[in-house]
Nanobody, 124 residues
């Protein structure tokens, strides 16, 4: 059973930075694509970024490209989302996700496993 546990959310001022972590367990993740999605009240869930566990190819939403960086630490089975130059519109619950087939897509239904989410709030 795959388990994903996020941490690192919090309150930050606009222009600040946060790093989210996602500790993954329960499988060997070599074939997986790991992703981050976010959802704010009244809005649909939105793709943020993804990374292929093997090889490290990354994918980003246009709204975060150049500000956010996704990475992984194979030894720690952990995926990170470094968020810089944060804006109030980045405020949301951020979810770590895992796609065992490795499709590398921004479609949320491709991801079979989800963490519980961590709140990120950016004040203006």
């Amino acid at each position: 059973q795959v388990q994903l546990v996020e941490s690192g959310g919090g309150l930050v001022q606009a222009g600040g930075s946060l790093r989210l972590s996602c500790a993954a367990s329960g499988r060997t993740f070599n074939s997986y694509v790991m992703g981050w999605f976010r959802q704010s009240p009244g809005k649909e869930r939105e793709f943020v970024a993804a990374i292929r566990w093997s090889g490290g190819t990354t994918y980003y939403a246009a709204s975060v490209k150049g500000r956010f960086t996704i990475s992984r630490d194979n030894a720690k089975n952990t995926v990170y989302l470094q968020m810089n130059s944060l804006k109030p519109e980045d405020t949301a619950v951020y979810y770590c996700t895992a796609d065992p087939i490795g499709r590398g897509t921004s479609w949320d239904r491709a991801y079979d496993y989800w963490g519980q989410g961590t709140q990120v709030t950016v004040s203006s």
